[in-house]
C-alpha cells in the first residue's frame, strides 16, 4: 500500500548547499578512535553495501583498508556507483602511483561538491581504517542518501521522515532515530511489508525476539529485493545503541529498494485527491437531490389544500380550518423557507467547488433545478395567497348566517304563537245566532283584528326577507327555513282569504245591529296598535345584534336612549287606554249594567298590557347591560388594534431598514473576508436574537383573529406583509453569508492575496453603479477594459459564457473574481490522472482491481472499481478495467 501523506514534492540542492549539507551530516569523528562495537558495525556495512555496487563490475573486496589502498578498486566503485568515467588509472606498484590513484577518487568525490576534511591519499594508502571508513561513508552520503528529500528536509531527516511514514501505521513501531529505533528488527520488516507484504507476516513477529525480526528482515531483503545482509543481527542487538552510520547506510538500500514504488506513491496521491473531490461533489448532489425532493413533495402535497375553497356549514370547522392555517404559517412553512433557503445556498457551494475543481457544473435531475423549486415555491404561496382573506369572510358570512337564522326563528316563533287559533276563530258561525249588539261587537272585533292583522304583515314580509337572504347565503339548513317560512306564508294567505269571508258575513248583517259599545270600540282600536308596539318593542330589545367596531355599537345605544326617551308618552297612552276601561267599568255600575263578558272587541285586556308593559319595563336594562357588555367588548378590541398596530409600525421600518443595511454590507469592503464574515454573523444572530418581537407580535395577531376584528386603521402593516418581510430578511443575510464563504474559499482555492481581493471588490463597485451587487453586460464590459483587457467582441463573447454561462445578462462578484484568477489556478487535469493511473498499472493501458486495491485506500479503491468499466483493448486480459474512459469522464459530462 503506498502512504497517502507522504509529499511527492523533491528539493534541487546547489553545490553550495550540498556543501553545507555535507559538513553537517560528516559528523564521523576525525580525532578519537571508533568505538569498537561501532566500528565493526561499519566494516560490515560498508563493505557490503561496496560490494553491492562492486558486484556490477565483476568483483568484490574482502579487507576494506587493504583493498582500497591502491585507489584501483576505489576509482571502479565511483565508476559504478555515479555511471561515470575517472581518469585511467596507473597501474604501477609504487606508493607514488597508488597516492596518485587515490587522489584521483578523491578529485572525483570533491567535483561533486563535497568537501573532505582531513581525508588525504596517503592515509588511504597507509591503510588508516578510520580514514579509510571515513571517506566511504563521504561517498555513501553523497550518492546514497543525499538526494533523499522528504517535504524538503534535509537527507538524515528526509530518510527518517520516509521511514516514519512508512511504518507509521505498524503496531509496535515507533522510528525516532536510526539506533535504538531499528534494535527490535519490526522496523525493518514492517519497511518490507509495506511495500511488499506478500514477502512479511507481519502478525506473527514478536518484540521481545528481536533476533529473529532482524534475521528474518534481513534474510527476505537478500533473497527478494536483492539487498545484501550488511549486519548481523547480533551486531545490532548485542550493542547498547547500533551504530547510527551503519543503519543509516542499511536502511538507504531499502529505500533505493523501493524507490520505484514512490513514482506509484505519487501517482496514487494524485489520484486519492482527484476522487475525494469527486466523493464529496457527489455527497453533495445526493443531499442536495434529496433536500429538493422532500421540498417539492412537502410543496406538492401542500397546494391542493392551500387551494381548497370548499367552505365548511359550521363556524367551529371554519376556526377550525383557520387554526389549522395558523399553525402552517407559524409553525409548518417557516423550517420549509430555512430548508428552500439552505438548499440554494448548497447548490451555489457545490457549483463553486465545481468550479475550483475543474469539473463541469451539476446539473440536478430533471424537475430538481433551483428554477424548479422557485417556481413550485411561487405556486405555494400564490395558492396561499388570499386563504386566510377566504377564511376570515367565510366566519364572517357564517357568522351573520347564525344571526340571521336565530332572527328567523325569533320571528317565526313569534308570528306562529300569535296566529295560533286565528283559523279557528275566523271560520265560526257565531254570528248567524248573535244579537244586533253582538254582531256590531263582533264587527268591531273583526275590525280590530284586520288591525291586528295589517300590523303582522311587516312581520311576515321581514321573515320572508330573512328567509330568502339565508338562501342568498348558501345557509346550510335552507330546506328547513324554507319550509317554515313556505308554511307561514301559506297560513298568512289563508288568514287573509278568511278574514275577508267573515268581514263579508258580518257586513251583511251589520245593518241590522243599531247600537254599539263605542268605549269598547275606542278601546279595541288603541289597545291594538299599543300592545303591537310593546310586542314590536319587545321584540326589538330582545332582537340580536352584530357589530365590528366602536362607531356602530354607540349606533345602537343612541337609538336605545331615544327608544327609552318615548317610554313616558307610552306610558301615558298606557294609562289613557286603561282609563278607558275603567270608564266602561263606571258607567256600567253607574247604569247599573251588569256586563256579559270581556271587551267584546278585542281579546287584549288590560291585565295583558300591564303585563306586557312590565316586561318592557324589565327588558329595557337587560338592553342597557347587553349593549354595554358589547361596547366595553368593541373598545378591547379596540385596545388589540392599538396594541398590534405599535408593535407592527415598529417591526415594519426595522426588517426595511435591516435589509437595506445588509445590501450596504454586502458591497462594502470594511475589513478582511474574515471580518466581514464574523460582522454578519454577528449580525446575523442579532437578527435572530429579534424573534421573540415576531412571535409577540403573532401572538398579537391570534388574539385579534380570534376576537373577529377584520381592519384595523391604526397600521398599513398586515401580518401577511410582516411574514413575508421577516422571511426575505432570514433569506437575505444567509445568501449574503454564503457569497462571502464561497468567496473565501475561491480567495482559498484559487490563491488570490487579500489585496488582490480587495483591489477586485474595489473595481467592480466602482462599475456596480446601481450597488445591488450585480451588474449587466456594458458595465462588465467597462470593467474588464479598466483592468487592462483589450476586448473584441468575440472576446467578450467567450468571456460572459464564462461569467453568466445561463445568459441572465447580469454579472456577480462571485463570477467576476472566478475568471480574474481561473486563467492562472493550477488545477489537476484528465490528462494528469490518466498519467496516475499509468504508474499505478506499471504501465499498463489497463489496471486489475487487485492493483487499485493495493494502491489506494479501500473506499477510493472500491469507489473506482465500482465506476470503471470493463477494458476492451487489443492487450486485453480478464479483470482489467479501462482507466483512461474513467479519467476523462471524471472532467466532462458523466452521469457520475
Not at 610 to 616: I, M
Not at 617 to 639: F, K, M, Y
Not at 768 to 780: A, E, H, L, N, V
Request: glycine letters at 4%; one cysteine or more; charged letters at 30%.
Amino acid at each position: 500500500m503506498v502512504d497517502y501523506h507522504a509529499s511527492n514534492n523533491q528539493s534541487l540542492y546547489s553545490a553550495g548547499e550540498q556543501q553545507i549539507y555535507m559538513e553537517q551530516e560528516n559528523d564521523w569523528d576525525r580525532d578519537l578512535l571508533l568505538d569498537p562495537a561501532w566500528e565493526k558495525q561499519q566494516r560490515k556495512t560498508f563493505t557490503a553495501w561496496c560490494n553491492s555496487h562492486l558486484r556490477k563490475a565483476g568483483t568484490q573486496i574482502e579487507n576494506i583498508e587493504e583493498d582500497f589502498r591502491d585507489g584501483l578498486k576505489l576509482m571502479l566503485l565511483l565508476e559504478v556507483i555515479s555511471g561515470e568515467r575517472l581518469p585511467k588509472p596507473e597501474r604501477g606498484k609504487m606508493r607514488v602511483h597508488k597516492i596518485n590513484n587515490v587522489n584521483k577518487a578523491l578529485d572525483f568525490i570533491a567535483s561533486k561538491g563535497v568537501k573532505l576534511v582531513s581525508i588525504g591519499a596517503e592515509e588511504i594508502v597507509d591503510g588508516n581504517a578510520k580514514m579509510t571508513l571515513g571517506m566511504i561513508w563521504t561517498i555513501i552520503l553523497r550518492f546514497a542518501i543525499q538526494d533523499i528529500s522528504v517535504e524538503e528536509t534535509s537527507a538524515k531527516e528526509g530518510l527518517l521522515l520516509w521511514c516514519q511514514r512508512k511504518t507509521a501505521p505498524y503496531k509496535n513501531v515507533n522510528v525516532q532515530n536510526f539506533h535504538i529505533s531499528w534494535k527490535d528488527g519490526l522496523a525493518f520488516n514492517a519497511l518490507i511489508h509495506r511495500h511488499r507484504p506478500e514477502l512479511i507476516d507481519y502478525d506473527k513477529l514478536r518484540k521481545d525476539d528481536p533476533v529473529t525480526n532482524l534475521n528474518n528482515a534481513f534474510e527476505v531483503a537478500e533473497r527478494y529485493l536483492d539487498i545484501p545482509k550488511m549486519l548481523d543481527a547480533e551486531d545490532i542487538v548485542n550493542t547498547a545503541r547500533p551504530d547510527e552510520k551503519a543503519i543509516m547506510t542499511y536502511v538507504s538500500s531499502f529505500y533505493h529498494a523501493f524507490s520505484g514504488a514512490q513514482k506509484a506513491e505519487t501517482a496514487a496521491n494524485r489520484i486519492c485527491k482527484v476522487l475525494a473531490v469527486n466523493q464529496e461533489n457527489e455527497h453533495l448532489m445526493e443531499d442536495y437531490e434529496k433536500l429538493a425532493s422532500d421540498l417539492l413533495e412537502w410543496i406538492r402535497r401542500t397546494i391542493p389544500w392551500l387551494e381548497n375553497r370548499a367552505p365548511e356549514k359550521t363556524m367551529t370547522e371554519m376556526q377550525q380550518k383557520l387554526e389549522d392555517f395558523r399553525d402552517y404559517r407559524r409553525v409548518h412553512k417557516p423550517p420549509k423557507v430555512q430548508e428552500k433557503c439552505q438548499l440554494e445556498i448548497n447548490f451555489n457551494t457545490l457549483q463553486t467547488k465545481l468550479r475550483l475543481s475543474n469539473r463541469p457544473a451539476f446539473m440536478p435531475s430533471e424537475g430538481r433545478m433551483v428554477s424548479d423549486i422557485n417556481g413550485a415555491w411561487h405556486k405555494l404561496e400564490g395558492a396561499e395567497k388570499g386563504y386566510e382573506e377566504w377564511l376570515l369572510n367565510e366566519i364572517r358570512r357564517l357568522e351573520r348566517l347564525d344571526h340571521l337564522a336565530e332572527k328567523f326563528r325569533q320571528k317565526a316563533a313569534i308570528h306562529e304563537s300569535w296566529t295560533d287559533g286565528k283559523e279557528t276563530m275566523l271560520k265560526q258561525k257565531d254570528y248567524e245566532t248573535a244579537t244586533l249588539s253582538e254582531i256590531k261587537a263582533l264587527l268591531k272585533k273583526h275590525e280590530a283584528f284586520e288591525s291586528d292583522l295589517a300590523a303582522h304583515q311587516d312581520r311576515v314580509e321581514q321573515i320572508a326577507a330573512i328567509a330568502q337572504e339565508l338562501n342568498e347565503l348558501d345557509y346550510y339548513d335552507s330546506p328547513s327555513v324554507n319550509a317554515r317560512c313556505q308554511k307561514i306564508c301559506e297560513q298568512w294567505d289563508a288568514l287573509g282569504s278568511l278574514t275577508q269571508n267573515r268581514r263579508e258575513s258580518l257586513e251583511r248583517t251589520e245593518k241590522q245591529l243599531e247600537s254599539i259599545d263605542e268605549l269598547y270600540l275606542e278601546y279595541a282600536k288603541r289597545a291594538a296598535p299599543f300592545n303591537n308596539w310593546m310586542e314590536g318593542a319587545m321584540e326589538d330589545l330582545q332582537d340580536m345584534f352584530i357589530v365590528h367596531n366602536i362607531e356602530e355599537i354607540q349606533g345602537l345605544l343612541t337609538a336605545h336612549d331615544q327608544f327609552k326617551s318615548t317610554l313616558p308618552e307610552a306610558n301615558k297612552e298606557r294609562e289613557s287606554i286603561q282609563a278607558i276601561q275603567a270608564e266602561v267599568q263606571k258607567i256600567a255600575q253607574y247604569n247599573g249594567i251588569k256586563l256579559a263578558g270581556n271587551n267584546p272587541y278585542t281579546t287584549i285586556t288590560p291585565q295583558s298590557i300591564d303585563k306586557k308593559w312590565e316586561k318592557v319595563q324589565q327588558l329595557v336594562p337587560q338592553r342597557d347591560q347587553a349593549l354595554q357588555e358589547e361596547l366595553a367588548r368593541q373598545q378591547s378590541n379596540d385596545h388589540l388594534r392599538r396594541q398590534f398596530a405599535n408593535q407592527a409600525n415598529m417591526i415594519g421600518p426595522w426588517i426595511q431598514n435591516k435589509m437595506e443595511e445588509i445590501g450596504r454590507i454586502s458591497i462594502e469592503m470594511n475589513g478582511t473576508l474574515e471580518d466581514q464574515l464574523t460582522h454578519l454573523r454577528q449580525y446575523e444572530q442579532s437578527i435572530i436574537e429579534y424573534k421573540p418581537n415576531i412571535d409577540q407580535l403573532e401572538g398579537d395577531h391570534q388574539l385579534i383573529q380570534e376576537a373577529l376584528i377584520f381592519d384595523n386603521k391604526y397600521t398599513a402593516y398586515t401580518m401577511e406583509h410582516l411574514r413575508v418581510g421577516w422571511e426575505q430578511l432570514l433569506t437575505t443575510i444567509a445568501r449574503t453569508i454564503n457569497e462571502i464563504e464561497n468567496q473565501i474559499l475561491t480567495r482559498d482555492a484559487k490563491g488570490i492575496s487579500q489585496e488582490q481581493l480587495h483591489e477586485y471588490r474595489t473595481s467592480f463597485n466602482h462599475f456596480d453603479k446601481k450597488r445591488t451587487g450585480i451588474m449587466d453586460s456594458d458595465d462588465f464590459r467597462a470593467l474588464l477594459i479598466s483592468t487592462g483587457n483589450t476586448l473584441g467582441d468575440a472576446e467578450f463573447a467567450r468571456i460572459m459564457g464564462i461569467v453568466d454561462p445561463n445568459n441572465s445578462g447580469a454579472v456577480t462578484f462571485q463570477a467576476f473574481i472566478d475568471y480574474m484568477s481561473r486563467e492562472t489556478t493550477d488545477t489537476d487535469t484528465a490528462d494528469q490522472v490518466i498519467a496516475s493511473f499509468k504508474i499505478l498499472a506499471g504501465d499498463k493501458n489497463f489496471i486489475t482491481a487487485e492493483e487499485l486495491r493495493r494502491e489506494l485506500p479501500p473506499d477510493q479503491a472500491e469507489y473506482c472499481i465500482a465506476r470503471m468499466a470493463p477494458y476492451t483493448g487489443p492487450d486485453a486480459k480478464p479483470g482489467a478495467l479501462d482507466y483512461m474512459s474513467f479519467s476523462t469522464a471524471l472532467y466532462g459530462e458523466s452521469d457520475l
